[in-house]
């Protein structure tokens, strides 16, 4: 699991982003916050 600069806050809204092309996981979810930092690779 790799870790990213972005950070959430409790209320904050997030953004789910599917990445089905993503080399090493087809079902891989992009989090990204707010300002549209990516959180973490899950």
């Known amino acids: 699991m790799r870790y990213y ?3 959430i806050h409790q209320g ?3 953004e789910l982003v599917r ?3 993503n080399p090493y ?3 891989a979810i ?3 916050n ?3 930092t ?3 690779d899950a």
């Open 12 to 14: 904050e809204w997030v």
């Open 38 to 40: 990516q959180v973490r």
């Open 25 to 27: 996981d087809a079902n």
């Open 34 to 36: 707010m300002t549209g």
């Open 5 to 7: 600069d972005g950070v």
């Open 30 to 32: 992009r989090v990204d």
């Open 19 to 21: 990445q089905p092309h």
